[in-house]
């Protein structure tokens, strides 16, 4: 299993950057897929969230309506479009393979806690 994250870099505020994560070793479209970011000094934030077994996506209220999630189950790669980018949007930014924390309840739980797998992270810098 692995997972690969491109796309970050640096990008002023307002700005847009589209985020990768490729998958090897499993299908994503098997699994619900998280997207999660850490800025230095804090606790990691579950971002975005796809499960393609249910149709299911899922945004922290600080993204929603400014990043969208997708997958191209084809390619294995899910994606992360994120727009009206912010300063306080700056973290390393990873994907990864959520465990299923309840049968009772979607997949996607964006917990960072309950992780199968995950890349090595990509940085988004965004500048004032």
Known sequence: VQLVESGGGLVQAGGSLRLSCAASGFNVDDYAIGW?????????????????????????????????ISSDNAKNIVYLQMNSLKPEDTAVY????????SWFAPYCSRDYRYLEARGQGTLVTVSS
């Open 36 to 68: 999660f970011r850490q800025a230095p000094g804090k606790e990691p934030e579950g971002v975005s969230c796809i499960s393609s077994s249910d149709s299911f996506t899922d945004y922290a209220d600080s993204v929603k309506g400014r990043f969208t």
């Open 94 to 101: 990873y994907c990864a393979v959520e465990s299923r924390v």
